[in-house]
């Protein structure tokens, strides 16, 4: 049985009063697909109301910050691209804070938002969508052609994957010395859509290990790298953060190994019943089916 607090008017008093950065995971949290969830927008306001930091981080890599930005506004939510942290931008953020040789070039596998993080790092990236068409003939005496001065390669979320570019950064990785391999996440499955899960970046990933045989560096949740640049950005200590999520396996794992606070929403990925199983070794500290519950017991 779960040892987490279903969330209270009295926790959520205590929740408030002791958190003063909320981090918000995106898909499944404030939205599905296209689609607000309800009572997000006025949660949000009332959250700002309280002089609490806002924070958003999406494992989700397929857009930019400025991309997401641009979503929240079409969403008729407000939140400037400096509160928000996609694993697109911390896949450019590793790069940077470890000197990655800016003459050396990053071979992608996923969307635009990560060639355009990487260009805004002052990295010089290609692959990506427009390489989504490229093929192979498999003749006898083929021989592919990758460039020897790709010193990263970046896999995400890729509808468009084909074996062009799993095989482009497979010689990558195997062939040029001390080439990095870098996951923005792997998320087995994401809400792409208003209504269903899809494949999530997890499968990219997989790929890639299959043929590299090789572990990534990954950059986006659960991993500690986001954390870390994220309390240097807002200088708050992990004990006044609660990071909010749908997902067990990335969210929360994300606040437990960083040593914040921990509320599930029911809104996305994860079920009562999932956080309820006996094999279930991930308990959050509160659990509430969306986040616009918060108005709803305050109002009680």
């Keep these: 049985m779960s040892s987490s607090e279903l969330l209270s008017r009295q926790n959520l ?98 969307g635009d938002g990560i060639l355009e993080e990487l260009r805004l790092a002052g990295f010089t990236a290609f692959g990506g969508p427009e390489d989504s068409n490229k093929t192979v003939d498999l003749k006898q005496n083929i021989f592919f052609e990758h460039d020897k001065s790709v010193g990263a390669v970046v896999v995400g979320i890729d509808p468009n994957i084909n074996y062009y570019k799993l095989q482009y950064g497979t010689l990558c990785v195997r062939e040029n010395p001390g080439c990095l391999f870098i996951a923005t996440n792997r998320d087995a499955v994401g809400h792409m859509t208003a209504w269903q899960e899809w494949p999530g970046a997890g499968c990219m990933v997989a790929a890639m290990c299959g043929s590299t045989q090789k572990e990534p560096i990954v950059v986006g949740k659960p991993s500690t790298f986001m954390m870390a ?72």
């Design 229 to 300: 640049f994220l309390l240097t950005k807002f200088n708050v200590s992990v004990s006044k953060m609660c990071m909010v999520g749908d997902r067990l396996d990335t969210d929360i794992l994300f606040g437990q190994n960083a040593g914040c606070k921990t509320l599930l929403v029911l809104s996305g990925c994860t079920t009562q019943s999932a956080l309820q199983d006996p094999s279930n070794n991930i308990h959050p500290d509160y659990y509430t089916n969306k986040i616009s519950d918060m108005l709803d017991l305050l109002d009680t």
């Design 13 to 110: 008093t205590g929740l408030l009063d002791s958190v003063d950065t909320f981090i918000f995971d995106c898909d499944g949290v404030i939205w599905k697909g296209d689609n607000l969830i309800q009572g997000v927008s006025q949660t949000l306001d009332f959250l700002r109301s309280k002089g609490k930091n806002l924070v958003f981080v999406t494992n989700n890599s397929f857009k930019s910050r400025a991309q997401y930005a641009q979503k929240f506004q079409f969403l008729g939510i407000s939140v400037s691209p400096d509160e928000i942290f996609s694993s697109s931008f911390a896949a450019a953020m590793y790069l940077k804070l470890n000197n990655f040789p800016p003459q050396n070039k990053v071979y992608v596998i996923g």
